[in-house]
């Protein structure tokens, strides 16, 4: 197939394109201080007046993350205890206080919120060894307390599969870690993580300085479907009931076999790996292959939240220029390094505006016509109960499926005189296209 390229842009006819909705189970939490008043419950008379602890807060987009946190803090100081809150997220922020103190704040968890002081220190201490050699680290702020209490979502990984993967135990391990016991456990590959990581937790666990710590799990809406305190002698146990209620509930695209998937948004707060490959099949990591994998995929713009870290946009095919020129590459490459799976941080060809950039993926996807190429549209991978189909996706494999229903009649894709989608707002330009090649 041949195109055109006229006046900068593609000369190529786009597929019509249908809104379709897709039904979820969507159970939901009661309100999240009573659920967490009504949990928190099992730490009566584990606490003595008194008692610092040590609450874990990432940077992974938990929902409802500021309004848990003070829920647990005020119920940590109803006991007595004096809790204070570490950010516990790796090398993300730039693996600076300040950095990950910024990411918190981005999700509403500031000290002033939470009426409780924060440490943000990167020091580390190795507390020891694993039986396989793994040196284990912890953060020295919140070593200094009398417990560790993370609060974290339990989902399934984006570059690994176990019977633990997101939640509690890669908190302990990885988010306590900082950047020192991230970069450590990162450079033994992502391969090896299903059993560095309930063996390090177990390391943890075993020093008596985990209190237990609070785990959600989201429904399809990334609305909190449950909240969950564990105690520590229960967290490797349930780990993998609580992981199972995740996946079950997970949402996906509904169709196997795309030519092209466009995504509106990619950042940490959508998922670690900027968007979730669990959704878009397309996996950063060699050990994981996925036959969903789309013949292209298009990256849009990036989220306000995940403050310039474009980590993962190394697996789309195609971008624009409103993704490259809000790229903070020191928190982008920072991450991307941390994990050693340097494809993520790549930069893929970009097209000045989004007309351009969908053009360019269908072009290039071999033995597809555009006018009927199988092409999905999704706000993000965290968003997907409602989507753009096109036609002959949706008469080949939508149409009369249950669980689906079309939301209006196939129209074209809407766009600006200036070729940007009229539904996606285009961000202000932070960095100049000088800029585009990384940190002077």
Same mark, same amino acid.
């Given at each position: 197939?041949?195109?055109?390229?006229?006046?900068?842009?593609?000369? $190529?006819?786009?597929?019509?394109?249908?809104?379709?909705?897709?039904?979820?189970?969507?159970?939901?939490?009661?309100?999240?201080?009573?659920?967490?008043?009504?949990?928190?419950?099992?730490?009566?008379?584990?606490?003595?007046?008194?008692?610092?602890?040590?609450?874990?807060?990432?940077?992974?987009?938990?929902?409802?993350?500021?309004?848990?946190?003070?829920?647990?803090?005020?119920?940590?100081?109803?006991?007595?205890?004096?809790?204070?809150?570490?950010?516990?997220?790796?090398?993300?922020?730039?693996?600076?206080?300040?950095? +990950?103190?910024?990411?918190?704040?981005?999700?509403?968890?500031?000290?002033?919120?939470?009426?409780?002081?924060?440490?943000?220190?990167?020091?580390?201490?190795?507390?020891?060894?694993?039986?396989?050699?793994?040196?284990?680290?912890?953060?020295?702020?919140?070593?200094?307390?009398?417990?560790?209490?993370?609060?974290?979502?339990?989902?399934?990984?984006?570059?690994?599969?176990?019977?633990?993967?997101?939640?509690?135990?890669?908190?302990? /391990?990885?988010?306590?870690?900082?950047?020192?016991?991230?970069?450590?456990?990162?450079?033994?590959?992502?391969?090896?993580?299903?059993?560095?990581?309930?063996?390090?937790?177990?390391?943890? $666990?075993?020093?008596?300085?985990?209190?237990?710590?609070?785990?959600?799990?989201?429904?399809?809406?990334?609305?909190?479907?449950?909240?969950?305190?564990?105690?520590?002698?229960?967290?490797?146990?349930?780990?993998?009931?609580?992981? +199972?209620?995740?996946?079950?509930?997970?949402?996906?695209?509904?169709?196997?076999?795309?030519? /092209?998937?466009?995504?509106?948004?990619?950042?940490?707060?959508?998922?670690?790996?900027?968007?979730?490959?669990? /959704?878009?099949?397309?996996?950063?990591?060699?050990?994981? +292959?996925?036959?969903?994998?789309?013949?292209?995929?298009?990256?849009?713009?990036?989220?306000?939240?995940?403050?310039?870290?474009?980590?993962?946009?190394?697996?789309?095919?195609?971008?624009?220029?409103?993704?490259?020129?809000?790229?903070?590459?020191?928190?982008?490459?920072?991450?991307?390094?941390?994990?050693?799976?340097?494809?993520?941080?790549?930069?893929?060809?970009?097209?000045?505006?989004?007309?351009?950039?969908?053009?360019?993926?269908?072009?290039?996807?071999?033995?597809?016509?555009?006018?009927?190429?199988?092409?999905?549209?999704?706000?993000?991978?965290?968003?997907?109960?409602?989507?753009?189909?096109?036609?002959?996706?949706?008469?080949?494999?939508?149409?009369?499926?249950?669980?689906?229903?079309?939301?209006?009649?196939? +129209?074209?894709?809407?766009?600006?005189?200036?070729?940007?989608?009229?539904?996606?707002?285009?961000?202000?330009?932070?960095?100049?296209?000088?800029?585009?090649?990384?940190?002077?």
């Amino acid at each position: 197939m041949a195109f055109t390229v006229v006046a900068g842009g593609l000369d $190529l006819p786009l597929p019509a394109v249908r809104r379709v909705r897709q039904r979820f189970d969507v159970r939901r939490e009661v309100p999240v201080r009573e659920a967490v008043a009504r949990e928190m419950k099992v730490f009566d008379g584990r606490i003595r007046p008194g008692q610092t602890v040590a609450v874990g807060v990432g940077s992974r987009g938990v929902a409802r993350i500021a309004e848990i946190t003070r829920a647990v803090v005020d119920e940590l100081e109803a006991r007595g205890a004096k809790p204070y809150i570490v950010p516990a997220m790796g090398s993300h922020g730039g693996a600076t206080p300040e950095g +990950q103190m910024e990411v918190l704040a981005g999700y509403g968890v500031t000290p002033e919120a939470m009426g409780v002081p924060f440490r943000a220190e990167m020091d580390t201490v190795q507390i020891g060894v694993t039986p396989d050699g793994f040196p284990v680290h912890q953060s020295k702020a919140a070593l200094e307390a009398d417990y560790l209490f993370p609060i974290n979502r339990v989902k399934v990984h984006t570059d690994f599969h176990g019977p633990i993967e997101s939640g509690l135990c890669k908190m302990l /391990v990885i988010g306590y870690g900082k950047h020192t016991g991230a970069a450590l456990i990162h450079k033994r590959g992502f391969d090896t993580f299903h059993e560095t990581i309930p063996a390090a937790a177990r390391l943890i $666990l075993d020093t008596g300085k985990v209190l237990g710590g609070i785990a959600t799990v989201e429904n399809a809406r990334d609305e909190v479907a449950r909240i969950e305190a564990v105690p520590a002698e229960r967290i490797l146990a349930r780990e993998p009931e609580l992981l +199972q209620m995740s996946r079950d509930l997970m949402a996906t695209i509904p169709f196997d076999r795309i030519d /092209v998937l466009v995504v509106d948004y990619l950042g940490k707060d959508i998922s670690g790996a900027g968007m979730d490959p669990n /959704v878009t099949g397309r996996y950063s990591v060699r050990h994981i +292959q996925d036959p969903r994998n789309p013949k292209k995929l298009v990256v849009l713009r990036l989220t306000e939240r995940t403050h310039g870290n474009a980590c993962g946009l190394g697996m789309a095919d195609v971008t624009t220029r409103a993704v490259v020129e809000n790229i903070d590459y020191q928190k982008y490459w920072t991450n991307i390094i941390t994990s050693t799976e340097l494809g993520g941080g790549k930069t893929p060809i970009w097209m000045m505006n989004d007309r351009d950039a969908i053009a360019l993926a269908i072009a290039t996807a071999n033995r597809v016509e555009p006018a009927t190429a199988r092409l999905v549209r999704i706000e993000s991978t965290l968003h997907l109960e409602e989507m753009w189909v096109s036609e002959s996706l949706w008469q080949s494999e939508g149409r009369g499926r249950a669980g689906l229903e079309p939301l209006s009649d196939p +129209q074209p894709m809407a766009f600006t005189a200036e070729g940007h989608l009229a539904d996606l707002p285009l961000p202000a330009f932070r960095h100049g296209l000088a800029a585009w090649a990384g940190v002077r």
